[in-house]
């Protein structure tokens, strides 16, 4: 039995402008139906796990836990990271969590934004994995490479573990092509997954003897943890404390006890819009197509269109995403270079890069119709049972028209429904809370007008989700 503990934490820049700041890779729909986190759980089903541990940010928690409620995942504990501070300090949270909880079983460390095409071969390296990490061994996994990648670190073999691995002998940065086709010539050298099966207390032991600054902090960031609603939030400012660093970095370079699993499943980290073109299936030109999408004497593409008609003719190698608010058209071999694009975006202050026009909260999601100097229109859906904050706004007012179901409208004293094709009016300054009492979703158009429409102009009285 392991312990998954699956990193949720990353922003996924280099798949702008599908992945943003507040929706990263990791909570789309890139393979299929389910996200890559609830993939990445789904992967897991039937080897006897223990309920998972999910570590994800603070502005992510409401969108983790509602894909995770989705796929039917209730048993999981989800880790508020105070702060993004590298691999190592988020798996020492983990490792404290569950030692805390008597949790014994090593634990399955694995980001939440990967793929994995043969999930049998992965089944078989993690029985071996397993078996070193009894041992007292610190488990990552090598990917056997299948062409010359700069774009990964990787790993050197060394002696054999018996049947189920090798020591690791080091680790190797990013190398240059040339360095990249000598490993794959020589059959040595692998690349690092990132996956990882250690057993709590021997990693805890690792981070005392090589990085007992950042275990220290971690400590007390988990002694001083309080439970909120069905997040666990260690304390911020002990956890502040810690050195930012990556396990590698932190344990792995330095430990003699490094061991790894050849892996050969057809592994991606789905890194880049190349790696997903690589990832996903092709049509019988080369081409990877998502949504409404017609495509002539054309080769070689990546086309995600989220809203509209996508049409392209007589191109190759590119990767054209539409999305409501921004297109990127790109030379797909160049993709890795995406980041730097997207911090240039930044810099401009763009709010592109870190919010999506479809905008996730705990009771539901809206979506961003129009907007001009006085005036703002959303459509909003609010899951059945869910309810907004009671709240009241200083300079905006609302007019609510029900599209379908029924809402239960507080206004002041007053509280009362409303149906479909009916609408109310909420003016400035009233203390108001929308409600869906009903067992269908709530979906209503909202009119804002009013001199100021952000939405810091919130003050909420109440609230069941502890937000301020």
Known sequence: MFTPVILAGGNGVRL???????????????????SLLTNTLARLEGLGMAAPIVICQEDHRFLAAEQLRQAGVEDARLLLEPEGRGTAPAIALAALLARREGRGEPLLVLPSDHHLADEDAFRTALGQAACLAEA????????????????YGYLQAGKALGDDGFAVACFVEKPDLASAERFLAAGEHFWNSGIFVLRPDDYLEALAAFAPAMLAACRAAMDGAVVDL???????????????????????????KAAMVPLSAGWSDIGSWQALWEALPHDADDNTLRGDVIC???????????S??????????????????AVLVADRAQSQRLRGLVERLEAQGRPETRFTASVHRPWGHYLSVDAGPRHQVKRITVRPGARLSLQ????????WVVVSGTARVTLDDEVFLVGENASTFI?????????N????????????????????????????YGRR
Not at 230 to 256: K, Q, Y
Not at 392 to 399: D, G, I, K, P
Not at 427 to 435: D, Q, T
């Open 136 to 151: 007292g061994h610190l488990v990552t996994f090598g990917v056997v490479p299948t062409r010359a990648e700069t774009g």
């Open 230 to 256: 069905d997040f666990l939030r260690p304390d911020a400012r002990a956890f502040l404390e810690s050195p930012a660093n990556s396990i590698d970095v932190a344990v792995m370079e330095r430990t003699d």
């Open 437 to 464: 009492p009903g067992l269908i979703p709530l979906e209503l158009i909202e009119v804002q007008s009013g001199t100021y429409l952000g939405e810091d102009d919130i003050v909420r009285l109440d609230d069941r």
């Open 308 to 325: 509209r008609l996508v049409a392209t003719l007589g191109v190759q190698d590119l990767v054209i995403v539409e999305t409501d608010d």
């Open 296 to 306: 002539e004497e054309s080769r070689g593409l990546l086309v995600h269109a989220g």
């Open 427 to 435: 003016p400035v300054g009233r203390v108001h809370c929308l409600e």
């Open 392 to 399: 009241l706004h200083h300079h905006r007012a609302e007019h």
């Open 16 to 34: 702008w402008p599908l992945s943003r700041r507040q929706r990263p890779k990791q909570f789309l729909s890139l393979e299929g139906e389910g």
